[in-house]
């Protein structure tokens, strides 16, 4: 009864696999045509970007390839291994520099700015910023003052309860109201504002939990050894607990990637909104498929890649693992 | 010691309000600037706007207030829906990731490898452009007509956005839930699968009656905080045409130009949303570990 | 002879109603070894968490080192004394995510501010000394609970304490495992340190100990040198304990 089973199962699967596979051929040999795809293939990468400063943000992308192949497939030893942290953080100002202009190159207005450099530049910077806020607001949660606990808290709460496209919105609307009048932002500066408050509260969270996993004997014993309750909580607790958090902070990291999608609806061009506008034109009318089929591909590598970065990281912190 | 910590809390205190004061003053001196006060009478003004459906009577001479709740109403449908399918794909897929079959095994794991590695936004935008507006405009099939006008189920009409918007969110927090079954299942042990097996029950029997009334204790928890996600990811509906209550209050917005007085709406609406989410399944949780402890 | 801890009339209670601490008077003069025993409950472990702040007192003063503590003291009298007061737990303690030379030299290099060369060397020299240097560069869950004890030991001696507390150090620890710490412990009261350990190893209280002291119920029952405490013990409490114990 129970091989049966199995094998009609089987049976069932592979003609709806095969069903599947053969729709698939028959659309991508005499129904899918690649042109908007591939005519458009500068667009995607940086949107209207002046077609003379093009290489700015391509020399950025590069220098970001090859940056997570040399991490992921490079010596495990040796004197740049020390400094690849801190060679990741500075990618972020790199490209900023590189993609905004100014100090000896020619400043490119946010309005020209497109496609999967803004997506990774709106990743990257709020990720880069929400990370401190939401330590500090884990910290926040845990302090012996109420105030700072309760305000914490209810920051936290507040912004889990709504949604981020509602975050986003109302970051574009609201926060000029919130600046002193004649200090102006941008719109992409205000959508990684928004991002990097709304990621916060979740990366609070995780590194609540990590924090929660650190026994108070580990507090104890630093005390104990004379450290301040400030470096107690720099040297001992703060590093355990992140490197607890970094599973879920990774997801969040994912997480942003794909939200930064977002801003399609709210009118940047990042990757998805640059796809957006090319659907409208006339010559690629109805190539939804494609366009879709292509930008999850280049999002399902990022996120991939990403997740894998992540997870050589984590062998790396693992005390048991690495062979310094 | 006693006295440092008060001086503290004090101090935090201050820095703290003189922050909010700065960004009150700061906002105080904008809305002065544009002439905006905070006010809530435009609620009551005709909205003049129509909504594609609505499951009570509207039209455009009807209030704001009465708009807004329409796209509640909307948000709420295909919000339960989704909670519903997202459950029956999510327990599917889980199960199937721990069957004995392994072509079974490895459709769900590919399901979830990728769907969960792609933005939840362009899924939508395929099944609303690709999936259903890509269906013949005459209706094809019997009990459930499908064309790229509505689909009628059994008898029911469903807008296409409806239904986009309902299967994006059921096929992308289902990837989810399947994670967590598969999690919650790994965790009761394997000689449990050996028990039931040993006394001849079918495979599917033994994982409804044996595996996964084990793994409900680790999985409602963690199933919560999807529903939860599932509820504020129903506002991307504004990106397929679909009227929810964050689409109807985005009009709203742009039309009276009363962003905070909408924002403070919208979060209240969520704040009542979640709270409505969470207490069910605190229910429902409390009814599956009071059973347990009763069998036991 | 100086005293290195004095301790007057302590209380301390947990709960409203009962005390852990119940009036406990003591002192341990400077190179003493002055070992706690007692039923578990008793408040031995409250007692020496006490002596470097890790519990405030509700009521009784204490003068650990001539700093003054008492139930209304403020921080900066804590930190004193923690910096001339080592400390060995039961469960270790090791810091997990830092090596077992990064875990002797943390508070030279951070609290005192000694160069980094220099603690290096000194923790090199305490791990040879607990028979463990060449675990140097390994991680504490890549060691075994002696060692990792050892290394414990070794942590706080880095600090260059004038006393050392102990609590429980062999409590976790496989049998087998108990003697190479006892060992350590042995050598360090060789070499003068004053001590106070809390323990249930009879052995290592008979010899090395210079006096016994027996708590029950948050109050010290009798205080008396090891050789007549295992012999003739004045009270009927010690002498229940004893022979349990045995």
């Known amino acids: 009864m129970n091989r049966w089973l199995n094998r009609s199962v089987t049976l069932v699967l592979t003609a709806l696999i095969g069903w599947g596979v053969w729709s698939v051929l028959h659309w ?50 040796g004197p740049l291994q020390r400094w690849l942290p801190l060679i990741w953080l500075a990618m972020a100002p790199l490209g900023l520099w590189l993609v905004a202009g100014g100090m000896m190159l020619e400043p490119v207005s946010t309005r020209d700015w497109g496609g999967f450099t803004l997506t990774l530049l709106l990743t990257f910077g709020s990720g880069l910023l929400a990370l401190p806020i939401g330590v500090l607001l884990a910290l926040g949660r845990r302090s012996r003052l109420p105030v700072l606990r309760l305000s914490s808290t209810a920051y936290i709460e507040l912004m889990r309860a709504v949604p981020l496209i509602a975050v986003l919105f109302f970051g574009q609307l609201l926060i000029p109201l919130f600046l002193p009048p004649g200090l102006e932002i941008n719109r992409v500066l205000r959508a990684v504002l928004a991002f990097a408050f709304f990621a916060a509260a979740y990366i609070a969270e995780d590194v609540r939990g990590g924090l929660q996993a650190i026994p108070p004997t580990q507090r104890e014993a630093a005390a104990v050894l004379g450290l301040s309750e400030w470096q107690s909580l720099q040297l001992v607790v703060l590093p355990q607990a992140l490197r607890i958090a970094l599973p879920s902070l990774t997801n969040q990291a994912v997480g942003l990637l794909q939200n930064t999608s977002l801003m399609a609806i709210l009118g940047l061009v990042e990757l998805l909104g640059i796809s957006r506008s090319l659907l409208a034109n006339p010559v690629f009318i109805g190539r939804f498929l494609e366009v879709y089929l292509w930008l999850a591909a280049v999002y399902w590598l990022a996120c991939t890649a990403m997740a894998l970065l992540a997870r050589h990281l984590e062998l790396r912190l693992d005390p048991l693992r690495s062979d310094r | 010691m006693r006295r440092r910590s008060l001086l503290l809390q004090v101090g935090v205190s201050v820095l703290l309000l003189a922050f909010l004061a700065l960004l009150v003053n700061n906002l105080a001196v904008n809305l002065l600037r544009t002439g905006l006060g905070l006010d809530f009478g435009w609620l009551g003004r005709p909205s003049g706007f129509a909504l594609a459906e609505s499951a009570l009577p509207y039209t455009p001479s009807d209030n704001y207030l009465w708009a807004l709740t329409i796209g509640w109403l909307n948000s709420l449908k295909v919000i339960a829906a989704g909670l519903v399918l997202a459950t029956l794909l999510g327990v599917a897929a889980g199960a199937a990731r721990s069957s004995s079959n392994r072509l079974l095994r490895s459709l769900a794991g590919g399901y979830v490898a990728v769907i969960r590695q792609v933005p939840l936004l362009l899924q939508l935008l395929f099944w609303y452009f690709v999936a259903f507006l890509g269906l013949p405009e005459t209706p094809i099939g019997d009990l459930i007509q499908l064309s790229n006008q509505g689909i009628s189920l059994l008898g029911m009409p469903l807008s296409v956005e409806f239904c986009a918007v309902l299967t994006g969110l059921t096929v992308f927090t289902g990837a989810s839930i399947a994670e967590i079954v598969r999690g919650g299942v790994n965790a009761v042990p394997r000689g449990q699968w050996e028990a039931f097996r040993s006394l001849g029950l079918s495979e599917g029997l033994g994982f409804r009656r044996i595996v996964l009334p084990q793994a409900l204790p680790a999985i409602l928890p963690a199933l919560t905080s999807q529903y939860l996600n599932l509820a504020k990811n129903s506002t991307l509906a ?59 | 002879m ?130 463990i240097r060449e675990q140097a560069h390994k991680f504490p869950a890549q060691l075994s609970g002696g060692q990792q004890q050892r290394v414990a030991i070794a942590r706080a001696l880095a600090l260059d304490p004038e006393v050392m507390l102990f609590d429980e150090p062999t409590s976790a620890l496989d049998p087998e495992r108990v003697k190479e710490v006892l060992d350590a412990m042995r050598q360090l009261a060789r070499d003068g340190m004053t001590m106070v350990v809390v323990t249930h190893e009879l052995g290592f ?19 008396s040198d090891p050789a007549s405490f295992f012999t003739n013990a004045r009270e009927e409490r010690s002498r229940r304990f004893l022979s349990q114990m045995v």
């Open chain 3, 2 to 131: 100086t005293v290195a801890i004095r301790a007057t009339d302590l209380v301390k209670s947990y709960t409203p109603g009962s005390r852990a601490l119940d009036g406990v008077s003591l002192e341990v003069a400077s190179g003493e070894v002055l070992v706690v025993m007692g039923p578990s409950g008793s408040g031995k472990s409250t007692l020496i968490r006490t002596f470097n702040g890790l519990e405030k007192l509700d009521g009784g003063e204490l003068d650990v080192l001539g700093v003054r503590l008492d139930a209304a003291h403020e921080e900066r009298p804590v930190c004193e004394i923690r910096r001339r007061v080592g400390m060995v737990f039961q469960q270790f303690n090791l810091f997990p995510h830092l090596s077992i030379l990064d875990n002797i030299t943390l508070a030279p290099v951070k609290v005192q501010k000694r160069p980094k060369v220099q603690a290096e060397q000194r923790a090199i020299e305490l791990l040879d000394q607990m028979g």
């Open chain 1, 28 to 77: 991508l040999l005499l129904a899918a045509d690649w042109q908007v795809v591939v005519s458009n293939l500068p667009l995607y990468v940086v949107g209207s970007y002046p077609v003379d400063q093009r290489w700015r943000p391509l020399l950025w992308m590069i220098a970001l390839v090859v940056l997570i192949g040399f991490t992921l497939l490079g010596p495990r030893r």
């Open chain 2, 238 to 296: 504004i990106a397929v045409g679909y009227a929810d209550l964050y689409a109807v209050s985005d009009t709203t917005i742009t039309q009276t130009g009363r962003a905070i007085e909408g924002f403070l709406l919208l979060l209240i609406s969520f704040l009542l949303l979640n709270l409505l989410i969470s207490g069910g399944m605190a229910g429902i949780n409390a009814t599956v570990l009071g059973r347990m402890r009763r069998s036991r």
């Open chain 3, 205 to 223: 209280a008979r010899e090395v100990a210079d006096r016994v002291m027996f708590m029950d119920q948050g109050q010290v029952v009798e205080t």
